[in-house]
Every structure is written in structure tokens, then in C-alpha cells.
């Protein structure tokens, strides 16, 4: 097959004939054109490179060789579903079993992280005998129905969205932007809060919760790192309803996230969830995915009488690649390259916070990084256009990131994960010119800012967008409770 | 990779452990081990070679050199999502479409037929901004939540199922079983004018009908041939009620039935649906699916403002791997090969229906063929247990089969599409001796079934079941309305 056999004119143009128009494409003006990738890196058709800050699914680089043996092979020798005994399915099952703590023993393989979370709702359901779903402001669990329906980053896309009776959506536990901040004394338990006094006012409708879902860290939702000790607590809860608790390890799970394997150990060695999705990296492109829960869980989903049966699931080609995937991991020590390179990226932002006024957070862990950009550093408005024109700007400099969150003003980090330090030197050095020239034609400084994080005390109370007095979190970001990771602290790298 | 890495017991051993007990095996007290496969053949670790008659996604023939390389090919190159522009989605899209009436232009491409189905109903959904579904009894739609809903074949497995409330549940269009059979002058009016009294009951209630759901010709619902004509008055129906039609081809597309590429095109070229959903043999394998619809739906969905985006679907390895399968279709003939082995068969199995009592009906097009087992055929007694016999011997003479249906009585044939007449006179000359064997077991014989059949004037009205008086369907299988394909005339081969 050649590398490219249309003109590009002739694909967009066949693309808006055939392709349903709600299938977005990046840089919709000037569309890029990708033939090739290897690695961090992906060429268009003139043979130009980018740098890839994005793309998280191809988690141990675009193309890598053993994967895709690992799957040409077992193509070549068999590919078929999971109704036949296999080794590659249980040597997988047992290999990702054991990244995981022990109770977590029994998987579900399936083809996309959808279909994960919609089985972990299905299997928490019949596990509790109860509806309701409790899930997070901004939080993206996937495009089937029953997630749109949990999916507030979706639905609010929709004019006239209206929420679901048995779905309930709590403050997402952004200590930046949130309802609780880094200033408060305890966010994790004040979050925690919020998901009990939702238990108890769905109790007095005579409802009933079955699942808690969450991303171990939001990522659309705006790179969101959770304050130590919230899971605990909302699982606490959550327990104590009869419901389980599910993590979202589809956008962060494999290592990503450096210092542990799985993003929800971030929360401590105390924590496990009842129910694990995966999804985007398991496969390093390869439509697969997987569910882990408890021998309970899975008991109680077997007893309903109902057979699952998932035509391509678990079948040997997806496993063979899975395996391969696990295996590069730790041959070419990519967690530990993300806890190192992620921390050096970290640094080099930090930096830039220092020195640039739209920069209004950094965070993140690992590979996982986000830049929250603001107008103004006590009102937090967000720096939405300037967002978007770092976006621009950076592709023509040939550098591919994104921006999230609600406000579309998170700059998202989350590369494949043998992003080097020179990769992330490039990156921040374009963004830097970037942001100076955008801060010049805005007029922008940061006059005292640096002055007043040296010197909080010389500050005042500002005044947000809805007029209410709120302490700014830079303010008291070095004052946070000991357990409450303060803005600088998320960098868990 | 080689073959085989664990003792057979030890894959069985760690299935247990480590994966869902939902997930149901094949002959699970003596489960079958396959390493390998090649064209219709299945190979287990001991090199015993399985002629395979069940695996309809392995569509091309197992392991198909073309499709191997073709999907290797691309993973070396590049694997990544539909936001940048690839040449193999737009070809792709335009390939897919060639198959199909000029309306149904838009394609979205997902991961699996559950994924297609689910977005089938969101796109019915906002098209109509109705929310009714109605759908067929025994109907198998796929597992994730919002298709459960809809699949009496799965939610009857549940204990106290309930139907959801925007459900409606249609007759199966069976004329063997069904309420209208082979002797009624006009089943597909009658059958059509259920769903007609359905959209009336549905408006009583002050809710509306978005969508009527069918596979075009019913796999786990029993190898059901609705007659033709059928949908088109469905259509009409729901159109009028302002639904649209789903087709649902995920068992049977791509040629399979023989004289046609798509199933809903053996009901005439009159019948267009609204939005056809593609699955199973469409990658080969390969997890990958495929919508299609018309423009005006999908203009629709995109008005609601609402982006979709699937990470895997429609990736340059899915759509290099869907342009490889219809290579080979094409270039090997396969659906001319499904319509001359499919005729092979259909008459060697109608020659044993001839000389087996158990066997009641013969029915199928192309290389989708039912044999519905019964203990009685005035009764229509379903041979169960005759048919789990028939399955367990044939395994044994290395033969794959399976029997599904509501009465679990049916022998399905969906084999490769590189099936032979070679392959047919095995399975037929096995299928022969088995149930020669079973009949002197259970003493049963042919007595004047043939007799009635060449002179339906000696016969009587006989009494079911329910004590209700009936005609059996082979009384009048000559004498059928000339646009009711009797069953012998269901092989539309």
C-alpha cells in the first residue's frame, strides 16, 4: 500500500461526502494530512514531522516494532473469539491481573473503552440491584448511549440536554478551579462531602446509587488531579449506599502517570476500586479494552443468568498485542521515563508559570500534564481564544497539542510515553515565544504576580465572575493541608 | 509466539481464575483448543483439523493471506484516530458505499456491531426526536445496555426481566413457527400489520415510535427468512409515524446471502432502509464496524451540536483491513461461491429432511442456512436435546456446529465463505448418520410425512401445543401466495 494515494483536496473532499459531519477532524481549516508515525513522531504526505503531545493511545510509541509482530504473527496463525479456549487470552488476563491489587481478579475483554464502562455500569447494577450512577462534573466516560447519559462533558453539548433521573453528577475536585480549592483546609474530604450529600438526597427520593464512576484523573474534564484521599472517602460512601466504585483508567491507566502503574494508586495503597475500565493504551492502537473487577462482582453478574458474549473481545490477535504492549513497557522502562521526563516537562512549565501571566496552573503526573491558561490570575477567567491560538500556532512550529477542559483553556499534555527531554525542551521553548508575543499584543503582564506569591500577606480577597468573594488559590497554595497536594505538589512526577 | 504455551488444563485452569464466568465457552465440559486456522479449518493443539460451519466473521476464510498482510502492512505504517485526515477512511467509506442504494452515503465507523446498533438508536433518536424503539421477538442486537433493551434474546434470559417502556416487541416474521405461516395467503402484510397495531397501542399512550430495528434475516433468533415484502410495509408504517428503519446486517452482510451483497436487498430493490449497521465478517476478524445512513439523518444528528468521536474507529488499519476483505470477495468470488455451495447444501439438507423425521424445516439463502429440529412435525415439537446430540456428536467427528433459536432447536450454518460442496457433503453425510442413530433411539420415524407431502389432500387439521387447531405449514408449503416464499423456496440460493 502506498503511503498516500489521493490528493489532499480529493480526500477532504470525499471525507465531507462520506464521512459523518460530526466526526471532527483537528484544525478543521487546514486539516493535517498523516501518513506515516513512528515513535513520538507522525509525517504528512510532504514528509513534514510533528511532534506528538497527544496522542496517548499510541502509549509505547506510534508503530512500535514489537507490537506490531506481535500482532502480525498472530494474525497470520489464528483470530478467532473467545468461545474456544486460547493461551494468549488467560496469559493476558493473568498479566494485567497481576498490575493490579489482588482483589481486582476477574477480566471482561472488550473493543473500546465504551464498552467497558457500559459493562461496568451493567455489572455494578446487577452486583447492587440498584440504578442510580453517580458521576462528575466534566467527566467523559464514552459515546455510547448509557454514557452519554453519565457524561456531562457530552451532554452539555447538546442544546436542551436534560439529565437522567437516575444519574447525579457531583463537583469535580478540581482544587484549582472548583468548588473547593487548594486553600481549603481539606478538599478531598469537602468533596467527599458533596458525593454523601448527594447519597442522601437520592435516598430520600427512594433511590438507590450503584456505582460512583470517576477518571482516576479527568482528562477532557481539564487534567484534573483529585486531592489525595477522595476516592477513599467517596468509596467510603459510596460503600455504605451499597454501591461500588468504578475507575476510569481509559485516558491514564498503563504506567502513564509515572510514579504508579494505575492512576487511582495516586489516591494511596489504602484505595482499590471495586471495578477497573481500560481502554485507549491497552492496545497501543489496536481496538481493544478491558473490565477487572472482583470475583463478587462477577459472581453476582454470571447469577443473573445472562451470558456475556463479545464477538471480538479477548481474541488472540487483541491479546497478543496486549501482552506485547506490557512487554515494551517494562523492557524500554516507559513509567519510568514518564516519571523522569515527566517531571523534567513539569519543571520547564513551572518556569513558564513564573514567567508568563496567562499561565494560571500547571499539574498533573507523569506524562499527564495540564496548563490551565487565564486571563487573569485572581479571577481565573479563562484564557479560552489564547488556548486555541497556542494550538494553532504550535502546528505550524509542527508540534501537536491540544486544549481541554470545559472552558476549552487547558493546554493537554499526554504524549506516547517515550517523549524525551529534548522533545519536551522543543515544546516548551515554541510555547514560551508563543505566549510572549500573545501576551504583548494583549498587553499583558505579570505585574506582581510573582510578587504576590512571594508575599501573599500584601494580598486581597478577589472577586470572581459571580461576584462572590473567594481567597484566589494562589493566594494559599502554600498553605494547603497536609494532605491536599497543592498546585505545585500535583506534579507527582 | 509459538502455538501452544500452556497445557491445556492450565488454560482452563486460568480461564477460571481470571475470566468472567459470564463468559460462556463452547462444549464446556470438554472445551475445544484452537492454535491455529486456515480457511475453513480450525486446528487444535494436537493438530486435529475442525471443518468449521459457525465462524461467519471469519468471513474471507480464517487467517486470509490477503487481509494479514494487508493489515500488517498498515500497522508498520501508521495506526491513528479519524481526527487526521487518512486516505483509507475516505476509500473506505467510498468502497462500502458502492454496495449500497446511492441514499444510505454517510458512513460513521466503530468497533463492533454493539457500538453500530447503539449509534443506530442515537442517530434514529435525533433524526426523529422520538424515542420509541420497536423491535423483533428473539431479536439479538448486541450487549452493551441500550441493545439489551432492545434483544428479547438476551432479556429473557434474565430472571424478571422487564421490558423498558420505550420497547415494543413485534412477532419474529417466522413463517415456519411464527403466528402467520407458510399456508396464510399473506404473511407479510399480516406480520407487517403487527407492527402497524403496534405504532397505534404506542400513540394511545402519547409516545412515539423513532425507530423500527431488524437484522435483515435473524441469526440467534433461529435462521428466521422474513418473507418479502415484509419490510417494505413495515417501512411504510413506521415512516408514517415518522420512525426510520434500522437494518441491521452485522450476521449477514457482505454477500453472504448469495444472490445479494446486503440481506434487506433480498426483499427487492424497492426496499431501501434508513440506516443499515455492519459488524461481524466486515474486518474478518478485526475489531471493526461500520453506520451507514442517509444524509438527511446524519445532518440531523449533527445539529444536535453534539461531536461524536470514537478513538479506534475508523483508525488507517481497520479501514486497510476492510479494504482488504472486500478485495478478496470480489477477487475470489466468494459471494458467487455463497450462492452455489449455499444451493449444494440447501438441497443435500432438503434430501434429508426427506428421509429425518426430526428434521421440520430447511431454510436459508446462500450460506445462512437453518435446519429446525423438531420432535413432531404437525406439532412443531422443538428437538432440543436432539439438537445439543446432533452439535456434541458432530464435534467428535471434527465437525463445528452450533443450534440456536428461542427453542434452541436450530442448526446454523453460517460457515467461511470459502465453504465448498466438498465441506457440505461431510457435514451432511455426518449430520445423516447422527440422526439416523438418534431417530432408531428414540424410535422415531417417517410414517406418511412424505406421503402427506406429495398428497396434502389425505391430511387433517392436527392440534399444537395449546390445543389450538392449525394447519401445518407443510400441508400448504406448495400452495403459499405467490409473493410468500414457501419454505423450500427460503433457500434462495
Redesign the interface.
Known amino acids: 500500500?502506498s503511503?498516500?494515494?489521493?490528493e489532499?483536496k480529493a480526500?477532504?473532499d470525499?471525507?465531507k461526502?462520506?464521512?459523518?459531519?460530526?466526526?471532527?477532524?483537528?484544525f478543521s481549516h487546514d486539516?493535517?494530512?498523516?501518513?506515516?508515525?513512528k515513535g513520538q513522531y507522525?509525517y504528512d504526505e510532504t514528509g513534514q514531522r510533528y511532534l506528538d503531545c497527544i496522542?496517548n493511545?499510541?502509549h509505547v510509541g506510534?508503530?512500535h516494532?514489537d507490537?506490531?509482530k506481535?500482532?502480525?504473527?498472530?494474525?497470520?496463525?489464528?483470530?478467532?473469539?473467545?468461545?474456544?479456549?486460547?493461551?494468549n487470552?488467560?496469559?493476558y488476563?493473568?498479566r494485567l491481573?497481576a498490575t493490579l491489587p489482588d482483589k481486582l481478579?476477574?477480566?471482561?475483554?472488550v473493543?473500546?473503552?465504551?464498552?467497558a464502562n457500559?459493562?461496568a455500569?451493567?455489572l455494578a447494577r446487577q452486583y447492587t440491584g440498584h440504578r442510580d450512577i453517580i458521576t462528575l462534573e466534566n467527566a467523559y466516560h464514552g459515546?455510547?448511549?448509557?454514557l452519554?447519559d453519565i457524561s456531562p462533558y457530552?451532554?452539555h453539548?447538546?442544546?436542551g440536554a436534560e439529565l437522567s433521573p437516575f444519574v447525579h453528577v457531583a463537583p469535580s475536585p478540581d482544587v484549582y478551579r472548583g468548588k473547593y480549592r487548594a486553600d481549603h483546609p481539606d478538599p478531598a474530604a469537602a468533596y467527599a462531602s458533596e458525593v454523601k450529600d448527594i447519597i442522601a438526597k437520592v435516598h430520600t427520593k427512594g433511590r438507590k446509587i450503584a456505582a460512583f464512576i470517576a477518571e482516576s484523573l479527568q482528562s477532557c474534564g481539564g487534567q484534573v488531579i483529585p486531592p489525595v484521599g477522595y476516592f477513599q472517602q467517596v468509596a467510603e460512601h459510596i460503600h455504605k449506599a451499597g454501591g461500588v466504585f468504578i475507575a476510569d483508567e481509559v485516558q491514564v491507566g498503563f504506567g502513564r502517570v509515572g510514579t504508579n502503574f494505575w492512576a487511582f494508586q495516586l489516591q494511596g495503597a489504602d484505595f482499590v476500586p471495586d471495578i477497573v475500565t481500560m481502554?485507549?493504551p491497552i492496545g497501543?492502537?489496536?481496538?481493544?479494552s478491558c473490565v477487572v473487577t472482583t470475583k463478587e462482582v462477577?459472581?453476582a453478574?454470571?447469577s443473573?443468568?445472562?451470558?456475556?458474549?463479545?464477538?471480538?473481545?479477548?481474541?488472540p490477535?487483541?491479546c497478543?498485542i496486549g501482552l506485547a504492549v506490557l512487554d515494551v513497557i517494562v523492557k524500554e522502562d516507559l513509567q519510568g521515563n514518564a516519571l523522569h521526563v515527566g517531571r523534567y516537562l513539569a519543571n520547564l512549565l513551572e518556569k513558564q508559570k513564573e514567567k508568563h501571566a496567562l499561565i494560571g496552573d500547571v499539574r498533573g503526573c507523569g506524562l499527564f500534564v495540564g496548563v490551565e491558561l487565564v486571563r487573569d490570575r485572581l479571577k481565573l477567567t479563562p484564557a479560552t481564544a489564547e488556548a486555541q491560538e497556542v494550538i494553532y500556532k504550535l502546528k505550524e512550529e509542527l508540534i501537536l497539542l491540544s486544549a481541554d477542559g470545559p472552558h476549552r483553556n487547558v493546554l493537554k499534555f499526554k504524549p506516547p510515553m517515550c517523549f524525551t527531554g529534548e522533545d519536551a525542551d522543543l515544546v516548551v521553548e515554541k510555547i514560551d515565544l508563543i505566549l510572549t508575543e500573545l501576551e504583548e499584543a494583549l498587553g499583558l503582564k505579570l505585574p506582581n504576580t510573582v510578587t504576590i506569591e512571594n508575599d501573599s500577606k500584601k494580598r486581597k480577597l478577589s472577586t470572581d465572575e459571580n461576584g462572590d468573594q473567594y481567597p484566589n488559590s494562589l493566594l494559599h497554595s502554600r498553605e494547603g493541608s497536609p494532605r491536599v497536594p497543592q498546585q505545585t505538589k500535583h506534579l507527582k512526577t
Open positions: 500500500m503511503v498516500e494515494r489521493l489532499k480526500t477532504i470525499l471525507r461526502k462520506h464521512v459523518g459531519p460530526s466526526c471532527k477532524i483537528f486539516p493535517i494530512k498523516i501518513v506515516q508515525a507522525m496522542n493511545v499510541a506510534h508503530c516494532p507490537v506490531v506481535a500482532g502480525a504473527q498472530q494474525m497470520e496463525l489464528l483470530n478467532t473469539n473467545s468461545r474456544f479456549l486460547h493461551d487470552l488467560v496469559l488476563a493473568q491481573q481478579s476477574v477480566c471482561y475483554f473493543n473500546s473503552g465504551s464498552e457500559d459493562l455500569l451493567r459515546h455510547v448511549s448509557s452519554i457530552k451532554f453539548q447538546l442544546s481502554g485507549k497501543n492502537g489496536h481496538p481493544m462477577a459472581e453478574f454470571m443473573s443468568g445472562m451470558d456475556y458474549f463479545n464477538t471480538f473481545g479477548g481474541n490477535v487483541s497478543a
